[in-house]
Structures are given as C-alpha cells and as structure tokens.
C-alpha cells in the first residue's frame, strides 16, 4: 500500500480512505509519538464514516473534527493565540464532485470550526465568512458559542509568552490540521482547520481557509491540504499549484515535492501537503523537520511524522 516512504515524502494506492496531516513544523522528539496517534484517531475516524456509506465531505470533516478536539494541535481547542491572547480560527471544507465550499476565518467563541465551514457549505450562498458575520452566521444555524477559554491550553500561552518574549521565532505554530479523502464513486474533499501563527495580528487570515492556498478538492485533479508559513502558502497558491499538475497527469508525490520547492525558492517559505486523487493515489510531503500524517483506508493504515 505504501509504495514510497522517505523521510520528507510518502505516497501510495488506496481506493477509499482518508489522509490526514498534523502540521508542518518541527515537534518536540518527546511529543511527536503522540501526534501520530492523534492523527491515526482521526484517520481511522475519518474512514469509519466511509465505511459506513459517508462521502468524502463527511469522511474529512470528522476527521478534521478529532483533530480539532485534540488540544495538541493548532487547531479548534489548543489552537495558537493571537498578539491579544485570543483564539481566532480558520477552517475550510470543499467537495470535489460539486464543488461545493465553505469557510470561516478569524471567527471566535466556537469549539469546531470545521462544522461552522459545513454549514456555510450547505447554506450555498457564499463560500468564506469572516469574524463577526461568521459568528452571527453561527449562532443563527444553532451553533452553541463556548467560553474562549475552554480553547485556551497551557501549552498555548506559553508559546505565546515565548514569542511576545522574543524567545521564540514569530511564525507559523506548527500543528495546524487538514484531511484528504476518497470515497468509493472516486469523489474527494478536502478541509483544513487552524489557530494560524502564534502572536499574528487580530484579523490575520492565512492560507488555510482560502480555496487554492490551503485547501482544495476539485475531481478532475485531487484533494489537496496544505500547512506551513502561511504567508508564503497565500503567495504562491500552493494548493492550485498542485491541483493544476495533477491535473496534466503528474504523479502526486513529485507534484507535491517540486510544489513545495518552488514555493520555498520563490518566497523562503517552508510548509507540508497531503493530497488524495480521484484514481486512490495518496501523498504527504514536508520541506519542514516534522509533519504528523496518518492514512486509512480500504487497504489497511500507516502513520509517520
Ligand atoms: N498555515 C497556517 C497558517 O498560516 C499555519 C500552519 O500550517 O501551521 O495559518
């Protein structure tokens, strides 16, 4: 099933199933085991939906869903914090058959933003919605509002003490979520999910909500998420990059790696993808030390960091 495995790249044959990353970055050697779980949770999640008849949309959101709830990543609860300590997060979901979209970005106060990006998908009048419209859009499709601070992890404000500090490097997080899947008609989707960079400005929308930057399903070509130095992910269009060479026949995984080479060339921008075609071929790819990654599927499971 895994027909390449090095360090910075994977790829290989699925049928249907679902691929799902735990962020670019450089994770902590004592921490990285458990990412990789995290992201074989969501993995396996993510497939029981297929398995029992969901589509690719539905396989990705859940996925995406675990993984939002598991406060180590950037992501729903443990998402990174804002220069004011607060949670803004983005998240987007598309569907490759329609393609059919939905986004929020910037949105505060709710504890699953991929579902939030579902109901802006089903309501089909526009694709992102941003802060307070985002929220009101919420409210008003019976969506509870949390307490910000059951979001908020330790580990969180210590990442942004160190950064208003000086200590640590303003940037991208590392842990930023997304999920590819397939399903049995060959339909893919694709959502991605993200406190965004810790210490950004209020108001700051990187590339993950954005269709053709951070995510992307489209039939004719894959499923793609990206994660990464948002800015440069924005620049580039990384998630369009990869979709249009998928989309002349190139084979995944050297898309990915000479996607992931232009954009650092071009912008010093470093990052990850994960991407699922139409066909079943699945692949993840890191120009960073550490990207968490889990696929499963009809042909069995694997994970790596
Ligand atoms: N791409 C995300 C952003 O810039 C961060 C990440 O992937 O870690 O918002």
């Known amino acids: 099933m895994l027909v390449v495995a090095m360090p910075d790249v994977c790829a290989g044959e699925m049928g249907p199933g679902v691929l799902v990353h735990g962020g670019a970055g450089d994770v902590d050697p004592a921490r990285r085991s458990d990412h990789v779980d995290g992201c074989r949770e969501a993995a396996r999640a993510g497939f029981a939906v297929l398995r029992s008849g969901g589509s690719a949309l539905d396989a990705a959101q859940a996925a995406a869903r675990v993984l939002e709830d598991l406060p180590m990543f950037n992501a729903g609860t ?17 569907e490759g058959t329609t393609l059919r979209a939905g986004g929020v970005a910037a949105v505060r106060g709710f504890k699953n933003p991929v579902d939030l990006a ?6 089909g009048r526009h694709v992102l919605l941003v802060g307070d419209g985002a929220a009101r859009f919420a409210r008003a499709h019976s969506f509870e509002a949390v307490d910000e ?12 003490a160190k950064v208003l500090s000086g200590r640590g490097a303003t940037g991208w997080a590392g842990g930023t979520i997304g999920a590819v899947a397939r399903d049995g008609r060959g ?25 053709g930057a951070g995510t992307l399903a489209d ?13 440069g992910i924005l620049k580039v ?10 989309e002349r026949g ?17 912008t010093g921008a470093t990052g990850g993808l994960i991407v699922f075609t ?28």
Not at 149 to 160: F, I
Not at 198 to 210: A, E, H, N, Q, T
Not at 284 to 305: C, F, L, N, Y
Request: proline share 2%; glycine share 12%.
């Open 78 to 94: 443990g998402a990174a914090l804002t220069e004011e300590g607060t949670v803004e997060h983005d998240a987007a979901l598309m």
């Open 118 to 123: 579902r109901a802006v998908l089903e309501d």
């Open 149 to 160: 601070a059951s979001l908020v992890t330790a580990r969180a404000r210590e990442a942004l």
């Open 187 to 211: 339909g893919v989707a694709a959502a991605t999910s993200t406190g965004g960079t810790v210490g950004k400005r209020l108001g700051r929308v990187g590339d993950s909500p954005i269709l």
């Open 219 to 231: 039939d004719r070509a894959c499923a793609v998420s990206a994660t990464g130095d948002g800015e």
């Open 237 to 246: 269009g990384l998630a369009r990059v990869v979709a249009l060479a998928l």
């Open 250 to 266: 190139e084979v995944a995984e050297s898309v990915l790696v000479s996607a992931l080479e232009r954009m650092r060339e071009r």
């Open 278 to 305: 139409p066909a079943g071929r699945f692949a993840a790819a890191r120009s960073t030390a550490t990207m968490s990654w889990a696929v499963a599927g009809e042909r069995g499971q694997d994970a790596g960091i």
